[in-house]
């Protein structure tokens, strides 16, 4: 199904609530419809994602596998804001967060 807008992309959600959508690198979205009372596997996209063809991270299959400490977690947070921060439009460069961490 090819969705080139988000307006077409709410109408079919009206319509199909349940789905699984996937964006590729060049921007194509993949969509599959579940159908209501399916037993459709919550895991399905991380298992597939994950998978030796094309994430090979198969450490990462299970999530409960993948949780974190708290200072593992402070630190790739860190991490993400310093690597994304070119991009943030909203709070100006500062770091406020922390503050209100410690509230």
């Keep these: 199904m090819d969705v080139k807008t988000d307006e077409e992309l709410d109408q079919l959600l009206d319509k199909h609530p349940n789905f699984l959508s996937i ?5 194509q979205r993949l969509f599959h ?3 209501a009372n399916s037993n459709f ?4 996209a991380r ?3 994950t998978s030796v063809d094309l994430l090979d991270l198969p450490r990462r299959v299970h999530w409960k596998d993948v949780k974190l400490t708290p200072d593992e ?3 790739l947070t860190k991490k993400v804001r310093s690597q994304f921060s070119k991009f943030d ?5 500062d770091d406020n967060d922390e ?5």
Excluded: C
């Excluded at 596997?41 to 399905?44: A, C, T």
């Excluded at 439009?89 to 460069?93: E, L, N």
């Excluded at 503050?99 to 509230?103: I, K, M």
């Design 41 to 44: 596997p919550l895991q399905f």
């Design 89 to 93: 439009t909203v709070s100006g460069g």
């Design 23 to 27: 964006e590729l690198a060049d921007g």
């Design 73 to 75: 977690e402070a630190a």
């Design 99 to 103: 503050e209100e961490d410690e509230e």
């Design 33 to 35: 419809f579940i159908k």
């Design 47 to 49: 298992e597939v994602l």
